[in-house]
């Protein structure tokens, strides 16, 4: 290697992309387990996600609160005897509950993971759900809820989601302290019934497995009554408001106000949507884009302002999002909406499509970077019922994609009259 002479450079769009396989296997009871074996390291996560969220539940914060309350005591165990068997081995165990799955999930070295599977099974199928640990649950949401509701973001992004779903909508609906008031240990029992020890599950394991990963999953899980799930969620109608305009004052002395305006759209399966994200990066999907070009570098509104579209399975939304002084709040909305106007008006330059398709190609190269990261592409196709070819497919869109089509979907979805607009300050 000649040290005197400086590399080639090399474009990003340049590279070939290839997302490592998985393995699939699944367990006795008909489970499906993808499994990404890789890495150096002696470690791996795994991830049971059961059709839990908030999409089935039919009493607010239901699902939320069951799933919070798995780690927090089974009939044989307390939270902390829990919680200690993790911390012995250095291990982390999670739970999390999103809008149409429940997930828990488990970081541990690979060697102890005969040690730890069974204490999460008792957790999957032995939770109790006692009143003492549901109290306690339910005062330190209200405490939280209390304190995010004086923030005009928390405010904004709940109420931005009512207008465009509605607010009995799964997308759209959000908790309030009478929800976490009229929760009882019947109602997560009967829901921990239904949803986890009757439920639908997919296991995502990924990291330096051991070799006889399918047998310990079996032990664990293959004799439990949970099952696979085929990706059809029941339809859920969404309700928008019919008004698109709201400005909200939560906080008499607020100095700034959380803008969101924001439209419907399709979900992955919409031919637009792989183009529609080379469009998106462009206009605010970075920290080059050309929303925060002019409303942060020239025109100082706001220290950053994002537009993004939401990783919702059955429908979506293109939302832009900021927090702005309260003072520039519609100067800043005028900038939006002038920006997409440019979009639709104006062919884009090619210098800058390629700095585009490079940034994204390059985030998609850090993504393939590690087994936990390779997982998470997976996770995502599978969750959204896609296949492998979805990802070449992206990749090529970015790779390929001209300003004159760029230009059509900023016609098509770049219209202001279709968004919703809030502030909340």
Not at 162 to 167: C, S, V
Not at 223 to 237: G, H, Q, V, Y
Not at 390 to 411: G, P, R
């Amino acid at each position: 290697m000649n040290r005197t002479e400086a590399p080639l450079i090399k474009d990003a769009i340049e590279f070939n992309l290839l997302l490592k396989p998985y393995e699939l296997f699944t367990l006795d009871n008909g489970v499906p387990v993808y499994a990404v074996n890789a890495g150096a390291q002696e470690v791996l996560q795994l991830e049971l996600v059961f059709y839990a969220g908030n999409w089935f539940e039919q009493q607010r914060s239901v699902a939320s609160a069951t799933n919070y309350l798995l780690k927090n005591g089974t009939t044989g165990k307390t939270a902390f005897q829990l919680n200690e068997e993790f911390e012995y081995y250095g291990a982390y165990c999670n739970r999390a509950c999103y809008n149409e799955t429940a997930v828990v999930s488990l970081s541990s070295l690979s060697k102890h993971l005969p040690a730890l599977l069974p204490v999460i099974r008792e957790m999957i199928t032995d939770s109790v759900f006692n009143d003492t640990e549901l109290d306690i649950y339910k005062q330190n949401s209200k405490q939280r809820l209390a304190v995010s509701l004086k923030k005009s973001d928390f405010v904004a992004a709940r109420l931005s989601d009512a207008h465009l779903y509605g607010e009995e909508h799964p997308y759209g609906k959000y908790t309030n302290a009478e929800d976490l008031d009229a929760l009882n240990s019947s109602l997560l029992k009967e829901y921990f019934r239904h949803y986890y020890l009757n439920g639908h599950c997919v296991i995502f394991v990924s990291g330096k497995l051991p070799g006889d990963l399918q047998q310990q999953l079996n032990r664990a899980f293959g004799d439990l009554a949970i099952r696979t799930f085929d990706n059809k969620l029941p339809f859920i109608d969404t309700s928008p408001a019919t008004e698109k305009k709201y400005r909200i004052h939560n906080d008499p002395d607020g100095v700034q106000g959380a803008i969101r305006i924001a439209r419907p759209f399709p979900n992955r399966h919409h031919p637009d949507f792989m183009k529609v994200m080379v469009l998106n990066t462009l206009f605010g999907g970075f920290f080059g884009s050309r929303l925060m070009a002019n409303i942060r570098e020239d025109k100082g509104y706001t220290y950053g302002i994002h537009s993004y579209v939401q990783n919702h399975i059955q429908q979506s939304a293109w939302v832009i999002s900021t927090d702005a002084g309260k003072d520039v709040c519609e100067a800043t909305i005028e900038e939006v909406y002038k920006e997409m106007a440019k979009l639709r008006e104006e062919r884009i330059d090619e210098d800058e499509l390629m700095l585009v398709r490079n940034y994204l190609v390059g985030t998609i190269l850090g993504d393939l970077d590690g087994p936990f990261h390779i997982m998470g592409r997976w996770k995502n196709l599978v969750l959204n019922g896609l296949g492998e070819s979805y990802f070449y497919d992206s990749v090529n869109t970015i790779k390929t994609i001209s300003a004159e089509e760029l230009n059509v979907l900023a016609n098509k979805y770049l219209v202001p009259e279709d968004f919703y607009e809030l502030v909340v300050i």
